[in-house]
C-alpha cells in the first residue's frame, strides 16, 4: 500500500479515487463503515480507493497541551487500511497552512487540484475547513460544483451508543481493554521500539521488553494480559506492567511486557503490544521478596484470562 502526501499532486495511478476522509484515529467499527463503502464505490467504478487522514491530530494543533490520546500511529492505521482493501492512504499534515483553508479552498487545492477526486465518503458529522466552516451539505455543494459525487454514512450504534474514539478513549480509561475491543474490532495496542530499562525484571525472574508510551493514549495504569507481536511476526502471550512502576525511584512511565516460554535479544527492535484484560492496579509492596509473589500470580492470572480470550 501507498503512503501519499495529502500536501502535493497524487501519482497519477492514483488521481481520480474515491477518498474516505476522516481522521479516523483507532479504526473503530465507525470508521470501518466509511471505508468500507469508499472501497466499494471505488470497485464498482474501477478506481482506486484512497484512505485520507489527518496527523497530527488537529486537536494537537489547536490545543497542543492536551494530553497524549492517540489510539494508532500512522503506520497502525496504514496496515490496518491495506487489511481493508485501501490501495493508499492520504497523510494530509494539519498545521496553520492547512487549518487556514476556507472549506472551499480545501476542497479544491486538495481534493481536486491534488487528487482529481471523483467521489468523497465521509462520516455524516464530518467538518472541515477554516473554524470548522464545512459540513457534509456544504461538501456536497462543493462537490456538485467542482465535479466530484458524495456519500455519507451514518455512525454505528453498539449497546445504546455511538461507537466513537472518544467513547473507546473512555472504556481504556476505565481499565476496560475488552469492552474497547469489541467497538475497535481488534484488541488496542501499543507499538514502539524496545530500550534498554533497570533490568529489574530480569533480576527478578521475569524479563520485560520496555516501550515508552509516546503520544498514545494513557489507558488506566496496572497489570495486564497481553499478546505481543515480534518483529518476525510471532504472536507470544504475556503479562505487562503500564504505568510508572512504584517500586522503582525515579518514577518512570513504562508498558513493560514479559512473554512466556520467549528468550530473546529483542532490545532497538519495534514490537506491537495488545492489551487483552486488566488484572489489577499499580501497587507498592513491603519488599522484593512481596513483589515476585505478586508477579508469580499475575503469570498465572494472565494466562488463564489469555486462554478465555
Known amino acids: 500500500m501507498e503512503r501519499l502526501d495529502g500536501g502535493s499532486a497524487v501519482p497519477p495511478e492514483f488521481r481520480g479515487g474515491i477518498v ?12 470501518q463503515a466509511v471505508v468500507r463503502r469508499a472501497i466499494h464505490w471505488a470497485k464498482d467504478r474501477g478506481r482506486p480507493a484512497i484512505v485520507a487522514t489527518f496527523d497530527p491530530h488537529p486537536v494537537r494543533h489547536f490545543r497542543p497541551d492536551t494530553p497524549p490520546f492517540r489510539l494508532t500511529t500512522l503506520d ?34 486538495r481534493l481536486v487540484d491534488a487528487i482529481g477526486v471523483a467521489g468523497v465518503v465521509t462520516g455524516d458529522d464530518f467538518t472541515f475547513g477554516k473554524a470548522r466552516g464545512g459540513n457534509v451539505s456544504v461538501l456536497r455543494d462543493l462537490g456538485a460544483r467542482m465535479g466530484f459525487g458524495i456519500e455519507t454514512v451514518a455512525p454505528i450504534v453498539g449497546e445504546g451508543e455511538a461507537v466513537s474514539s472518544s467513547r473507546i478513549r473512555e472504556l481504556l480509561q476505565a481499565g476496560k481493554p475488552r469492552e474497547a475491543a469489541a467497538l475497535l474490532t481488534r484488541p488496542f495496542a501499543i507499538e514502539g521500539m524496545v530500550e534498554p530499562g533497570a533490568k529489574l525484571g530480569r533480576e527478578l525472574g521475569w524479563p520485560t521488553a520496555n516501550l515508552k508510551l509516546g503520544s498514545y493514549l494513557r489507558p488506566a495504569y496496572g497489570i495486564y494480559a497481553v499478546r505481543g507481536r515480534l518483529p518476525d511476526g510471532r504472536m507470544v502471550d504475556g503479562v505487562a506492567n503500564l504505568g510508572i512502576r512504584p517500586m522503582i525511584d525515579p518514577p518512570l512511565e513504562l508498558l513493560e511486557p514479559h512473554f512466556f516460554d520467549f528468550s530473546g535479544d529483542l532490545y532497538g527492535q519495534t514490537i506491537e503490544v495488545e492489551l487483552i484484560e486488566y488484572l489489577r492496579p499499580e501497587a507498592k509492596f513491603d519488599d522484593m521478596d ?13 494466562k488463564a484470562a489469555l486462554a478465555r480470550n
Do not use: S, Y
Not at 497502525?76 to 492547512?98: E, I, K, S, W
Open 20 to 31: 474516505a476522509l476522516g481522521n479516523f484515529d483507532g479504526f473503530h467499527l465507525g470508521h
Open 76 to 109: 497502525q492505521r496504514q496496515r490496518l487500511f491495506a487489511q481493508a482493501g485501501a490501495d493508499a492512504m492520504l497523510v494530509f499534515h494539519f498545521d496553520g497552512a492547512l487549518a487556514g483553508l476556507t472549506a472551499e479552498a480545501f476542497a479544491q487545492d
Open 290 to 302: 512481596a513483589l515476585k509473589a505478586q508477579i508469580a500470580r499475575d503469570c498465572d492470572d494472565a
